[in-house]
C-alpha cells in the first residue's frame, strides 16, 4: 500500500492521527470531518494514497463510490437531514486543500445557510459542439 509520510489523511489511515471512524475496508476509509461544515460532514477517502480521481483503479473507484452512497444513507438516516452534498475536488485550482483523494458528504438541513452556488454562463451552441468534439477525442 502506498503512503505519504506527509499526507494528513495517510496519518489517520496509519492511525498516527486519531480520527471518529466511521466505516473501514481493505481499500478505503469513512470518518468525521474535525471541522465539519454541518452536523455529520463526512470523509470518504481511499486507504492508498492517491491525490485525484483519475488516479484510482477501477476498483478503488467502485468502492469510494459505493461507501459513499452507505455513508451517506447512514447519516441521513442519523441527521434527519433533509439532504446532503457530495463534493470531491481535484487540484488546487478546484479547491483541494489535502491532497489525497477524498469525498466530503455534507448533510444539510432546509435553510441552513450554506451555499455552493456558482456563476452559471449561457453559452453559444456552436462553441458548446466545438467543445464536444475536443472532449470525445479524449474517451
Known amino acids: 500500500m502506498v503512503i505519504k509520510m506527509d499526507c494528513v489523511f495517510c496519518k489517520i489511515v496509519k492511525g498516527e492521527i486519531p480520527c471518529s471512524k466511521l466505516y473501514e475496508d481493505d481499500l478505503v476509509m469513512s470518518f468525521l470531518d474535525i471541522m465539519p461544515a454541518s452536523k455529520g460532514h463526512s470523509l470518504v477517502i481511499t486507504k492508498k494514497h492517491h491525490e485525484t480521481l483519475l488516479e484510482l483503479s477501477q476498483e478503488e473507484l467502485e468502492t469510494i463510490l ?74
Do not use: C, Y
Request: aromatic content about 6%; hydrophobic content about 40%.
Open 66 to 139: 459505493k461507501t459513499t452512497q452507505k455513508v451517506a444513507f447512514a447519516i441521513m438516516k442519523a441527521t434527519k437531514a433533509d439532504g446532503f452534498n457530495i463534493i470531491q475536488s481535484n487540484g488546487k485550482a478546484a479547491g483541494q486543500v489535502i491532497n489525497h483523494i477524498h469525498f466530503h458528504i455534507i448533510p444539510r438541513k432546509q435553510g441552513d445557510g450554506l451555499n455552493f452556488s456558482w456563476k452559471q454562463n449561457k453559452e453559444d451552441l456552436q462553441n458548446l459542439e466545438e467543445l464536444k468534439k475536443m472532449i470525445i477525442k479524449h474517451l
